[in-house]
């Protein structure tokens, strides 16, 4: 899929242009507010209950129930979205998402047994959509194919601001405002970004089944299984470089400069999705995606030799370069291969394979870190780049073909213009 060259779809002037679209803007915005609990909602769990119960073993149970509730559960709301319209599904789940909440605040509050706290998280995740998803498949209704992957360059960028002020502003409310303050706003930002975003009109994905017809699946669909396992793959290379760098700097006797080489990822991923937004590529999409999987695994394998925090500080940015650009060629690829009435729950599944390879690189890496040294956390973690370059390799043919049968027929182009 190579992209004709047009001043209106390169360059770093194609952000101010797509913001200027009439409701880019607001959709930008209101999308940004409603997934920002997605770096608060964990962090906020473990601060409010290991300050109420003093137990970090209770704090992660619950934050895991939380969390794998919400990946199990996001992609059949995905699918309720396709099938109903993503207005409904958005105002109806962030009003079970308030009472989620509620509960557990009040279970932690109480301090109610841990089967009580497990049971509100899992209400709270199972009400908790793929707001990352759902932007995506509105951005693909939203804009042409042209400015396509300026938005989804958008998206990626927002989501590493979101990670990057998403701790630290939860730190801050849970720490020095109230220990509960992190779970209230990640309460009231959810609420708030999905009334705005439900009502927004112009972005809302229309349903292309005819009467009759029996809806496809996007779980079925073999490109997108590829996709998600490639996304597996590298959630869990960034899972396992998360642990690494946490290790490596409590080896240094550095803790506190964990978080600052974490972030050092983010800024490397920042810059370099601006600029891959930006550029008008003329390579096919499935050859941009092995050569940005590859790029971010042999981006891994360097973290492995660091010998200082300042080499380190630098393969940081250096390990967040590919990092944007690998999750901007697979989503695209991804609006290219799904059923175009599956948007929603083709990228709720592809998020959700993400966030289990995540759980699994940390759990892996730490593990691995506390055995032997952070090295060993980020080998780990190419292990995890390797899954996904093997996957963006083999399955180029796979991913070719599904381009080519969800582009409409001659025929048909013709008549919708």
């Known amino acids: 899929m190579s992209e004709s060259a047009s001043p209106s779809n390169s360059g770093l002037g194609s952000y101010l242009r797509l913001l200027r679209s009439p409701g880019a803007g607001a959709l930008a915005f209101w999308g940004m507010v409603g997934r920002f609990p997605i770096a608060m909602r964990s962090i906020g769990c473990l601060m409010l209950i290991s300050a109420v119960t003093g137990s970090l073993g209770d704090a992660g149970t619950v934050a895991a129930a939380m969390l794998i509730s919400q990946g199990v559960a996001a992609p059949f709301l995905g699918r309720l979205a396709d099938r109903h319209s993503q207005r409904k599904v958005l105002l109806t789940t962030c009003l079970g998402h308030a009472v989620g909440m509620t509960l557990l605040l009040v279970s932690i509050g109480l301090e109610l047994p841990l089967w009580a706290m497990v049971a509100a998280a899992v209400v709270t995740g199972c009400t908790s959509v793929s707001f990352t998803g759902f932007m995506r498949a509105r951005w ?3 804009v042409d194919q042209s400015a396509l992957r300026t938005a989804y ?3 990626s960028m927002l989501d590493d601001t979101i990670f990057l002020l998403g701790p630290l502003l939860v730190t801050v409310l849970s720490s020095s405002v109230y220990p509960a303050g992190g779970l209230v706003a990640c309460a009231i930002l959810t609420v708030t970004g999905s009334i705005f975003v439900a009502l927004h009109r112009r972005s809302e994905p229309t349903s292309v089944q005819k009467p009759g017809e029996r809806p496809q699946r996007a779980i079925t669909v073999p490109g997108v299984w590829v996709l998600m396992i490639a996304y597996a793959g590298m959630g869990f290379l960034f899972g396992a470089v998360d642990v690494t760098m946490i290790a490596f700097a409590q080896e240094r006797s550095a803790p506190g400069l964990g978080g600052v080489l974490l972030a050092l990822i983010a800024v490397g991923s920042l810059v370099a999705g601006a600029v891959y937004g930006a550029v008008n590529w003329r390579v096919p999409q499935v050859r941009l995606l092995a050569v940005t999987t590859c790029v971010l695994t042999l981006s891994a394998v360097p973290l ?26 697979g989503s695209t690829l991804l609006e290219s291969v799904a059923p175009k009435g599956a948007l929603s729950e083709a990228f709720s599944w592809l998020n959700s394979c993400g966030a289990l390879g995540i759980a699994s690189g940390t759990a892996v890496g730490g593990q691995l870190a506390d055995l032997a040294t952070s090295a060993h956390a980020a080998w780990a973690g190419a292990a995890g780049g390797l899954v996904a370059l093997v996957l963006s390799l083999v399955g180029q043919s796979v991913l070719r073909r599904g381009a080519l049968a969800a582009q409409p027929a001659p025929e048909m182009a013709t008549a919708e213009q």
């Open 140 to 142: 693909a209704a939203f």
């Open 153 to 155: 360059a958008m998206e």
């Open 304 to 329: 492995a030799f660091a010998d200082s925090l300042p080499v380190m500080a630098v393969l940081a940015v250096v390990a967040g370069v590919a990092v944007s650009p690998a999750l901007i060629a």
